[in-house]
């Protein structure tokens, strides 16, 4: 199974509002390596569009600029597949400037799935997901946190709680980077 063969898939990386080590609400700060890996693991697996979600002016300007230095000029034809994967990077300054962007894109407003480090009781499987995925006729999100995780606010619209990733011990704080790469493989993996 792909992204391409079910409902539409996007990605988005939420850098507000997110918890910091105290649980404040924060806006974190965008890194380029996040930038850069997410975009090429929702490439690498069919995803339609990656959102960089922050409200902060100059956080949204310097995505942009990392963004257009792989997608234009010497940065373009220096590395094609690093200007493939930017190119379906969007920065948005809320999760709801997301929203109504893919409900103007696909003609409905996406479903919303949330991941994080820690399981809920109305939590969805991955299997349950594909299906829905598969079987659904709305866009689906998927939304990732920075920082300590997702505010409560945002697990209380989304839609689903995909379940978390587990390892074998109790240690479980994975890199968002690693979390996005390890969630589209076991949804858009071939097995």
């Not at 391409?4 to 404040?24: E, F, M, W």
């Not at 922050?54 to 597949?81: C, D, F, M």
Request: charged share 20%; with cysteine.
């Amino acid at each position: 199974m792909s992204a391409s063969t079910g409902a539409p898939v996007c990605i988005a990386l939420i850098h507000y509002p997110v918890y910091d080590k105290n649980r404040q609400v924060v806006a974190t700060a965008v890194t380029n390596l996040d930038l850069h890996d997410i975009a090429r693991a929702a490439k690498t697996f069919g995803l339609d569009r990656y959102y960089v979600v922050t409200p902060v002016r100059s956080q949204q300007a310097l995505s942009e600029r990392i963004a257009r230095h792989w997608q234009e000029g010497w940065g373009a034809t220096y590395n094609p597949k690093r200007k493939a994967a930017l190119d379906i990077m969007q920065v948005a300054e809320s999760l709801d400037a997301v929203v109504a962007d893919m409900a103007t894109r696909y003609g409905i407003a996406p479903k919303v799935v949330v991941t994080g480090a820690t399981a809920r009781d109305n939590g969805i499987t991955y299997a349950g997901l594909q299906r829905v995925i598969r079987e659904g006729d709305a866009p689906i999100l998927l939304l990732f946190g920075t920082g300590w995780g997702m505010t409560e606010e945002l697990f209380d619209r989304a839609d689903f709680i995909l379940d978390p990733i587990k390892g074998p011990g109790e240690y479980n704080h994975l890199s968002v980077r690693s979390a996005a790469a390890i969630v589209l493989d076991r949804l858009f993996g071939n097995r």
